[in-house]
């Protein structure tokens, strides 16, 4: 899929890796992006369509469908980052992590899919993460989320292949945006991110992988698990 004259639309864009995923889109020559957020008052991002989008609000997200019925692109970005006992902490943040990034992207698939093909066929991106293969202590909730994510992913990509859909998972350790405050590892530019998937819609990959820790973690999963889980003991 070419980007340039492409019709976007990315959830999540007042800041982080959505944020530069719609300016990038813009570079690229993208014909129009919808920056969608659920406080639109914060995207400041020139040359963009603002939209609120709140992709847990079911009446949102067929508002912005209705709004947006001109995309070919869709990049479901939006994502929170919980942390806590899977066993014994209160439900509430492990059903907000299933809400987004499971429900949410999928009510956001399920919305954007007949648009997309509509106008001709397109591509959708959901933005995972290496959690989506592994799990480190207090991050259970959103690793399961991005576990379902992960397999959605492959599941619609199958549906939507014959509607001339493309459908990318992109998978990245630790960029350097808000979600990873406090984190002081590694990490990549949030607009390596957006770019490594950007090209990779272009040249029509199922999956990206952004940095080495990703891949890392996707190799191990041909292994037993007791080595590598040992680093985190
Ligand atoms: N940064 C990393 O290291 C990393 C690693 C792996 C995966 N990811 C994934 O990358 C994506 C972007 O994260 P980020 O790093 O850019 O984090 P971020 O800077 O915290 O940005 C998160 C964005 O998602 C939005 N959002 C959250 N819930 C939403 C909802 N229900 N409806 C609409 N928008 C919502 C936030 O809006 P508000 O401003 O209103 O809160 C914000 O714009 C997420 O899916 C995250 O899981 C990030």
């Not at 993208?30 to 914060?42: G, I, N």
């Not at 020139?46 to 469908?65: F, K, M, N, R, Y």
């Not at 991050?139 to 492959?154: L, P």
Request: charged residues 20%.
């Amino acid at each position: 899929m070419d980007i340039a004259g492409s019709v976007a639309l990315v959830t999540g864009s007042n800041r982080g890796i959505g944020r530069r995923f719609a300016v990038q889109l813009l570079e690229r020559g993208a014909a129009k992006v919808y920056a969608t957020a659920r406080r639109p008052e914060l995207v400041d991002i020139p040359g963009v369509e603002v939209l609120p989008l709140d992709i847990t609000d079911d009446a949102s997200i067929t508002a912005a469908a209705a709004a947006a019925s001109d995309v070919t692109l869709l990049v479901n970005n939006a994502g929170i980052a919980t942390t806590g006992s899977l066993v014994s902490d209160p439900l509430d943040d492990v059903r907000r992590e299933m809400d987004t990034h499971f429900w949410g992207n999928l009510a956001m698939v399920r919305a954007f899919a007949p648009v997309i093909e509509h106008n001709g066929g397109g591509a959708i991106v959901n933005v995972l993460s290496a959690l989506s293969w592994f799990v480190y202590p207090g991050s259970g909730g959103y690793a399961a989320a991005k576990a379902a994510e992960w397999n959605m992913t492959n599941a619609v990509r199958l549906e939507l292949a014959s509607k001339g859909i493309a459908v990318q998972g992109l998978h990245l350790g630790a960029a350097d945006t808000d979600i990873m405050a406090g984190y002081e590892g590694p990490m990549v530019d949030p607009a390596e991110v957006a770019k490594a998937s950007l090209d990779g819609v272009e040249q029509g990959a199922a999956e990206v992988i952004v940095d080495e820790w990703s891949a890392l973690v996707k190799a191990s999963l041909a292994r037993e698990p007791e080595a590598f889980y040992a680093q985190f003991a």
